[in-house]
């Protein structure tokens, strides 16, 4: 089983879907979980995000507040099934990057993210994200997509979860 679960949350929906889902991967394997946010520290359009990333930049504290909301509501849960829980902020212009590497420094053993299809400063896991995230992930991913469904799979099965389309079995 999972001992350590990272949860990379941008506050959307699919991510507290797959929030839920990791913490009771967490609670049945006895683990706990590491929770997430990846955030630019500053507003503005990429080319100015990396002229200030060069320079000391204060982070712009409505987006900090933000961010510490989305990982508290998830602590919450957290809390609520008695999985042990840490958070943090992370400051990266790159959300993948943001996630490995926390996910190494905190030696998770399975990271979960939501995924879906729209676009803005406050979500960004959209498909080519979670792409990227899989594919450069050393450890498994388990992605919550619209339209699926989470059951568990008997015991003798190979993995722990299995995604079933909302329209077939």
Avoid: W
Wanted: overall charge negative; glycine content about 6%; aromatic content about 4%.
């Amino acid at each position: 089983m999972f001992k350590k679960i990272l949860i990379a949350t941008d506050g959307s929906e699919e991510s507290l879907r797959a929030a839920r889902i990791a913490i009771g991967v967490a609670e049945a394997g006895k683990g706990s979980v590491v929770v997430m946010h990846a955030l630019l520290p500053y507003r503005g359009p990429y080319l100015a995000a990396k002229t200030q990333q060069a320079a000391e930049v204060v982070p712009d504290e409505a987006l900090v507040a933000r961010a510490e909301q989305h990982v508290a509501t998830i602590r919450a849960l957290a809390e609520h099934a008695s999985v042990p829980c840490e958070t943090r902020v992370c400051f990266d212009a790159n959300a993948v990057r943001a996630i490995l590497h926390t996910q190494s420094e905190c030696g998770c053993d399975l990271i979960a993210v939501g995924a879906h299809d729209h676009h803005s400063l406050s979500q960004i896991f959209h498909p080519r994200c979670v792409d990227a995230l899989v594919a450069r992930s050393p450890v498994p991913v388990l992605v919550s997509r619209p339209g699926a469904t989470f059951t568990s799979r008997p015991a003798s099965s190979h993995s722990a979860l299995e995604a079933v389309e909302s329209t077939g079995a």
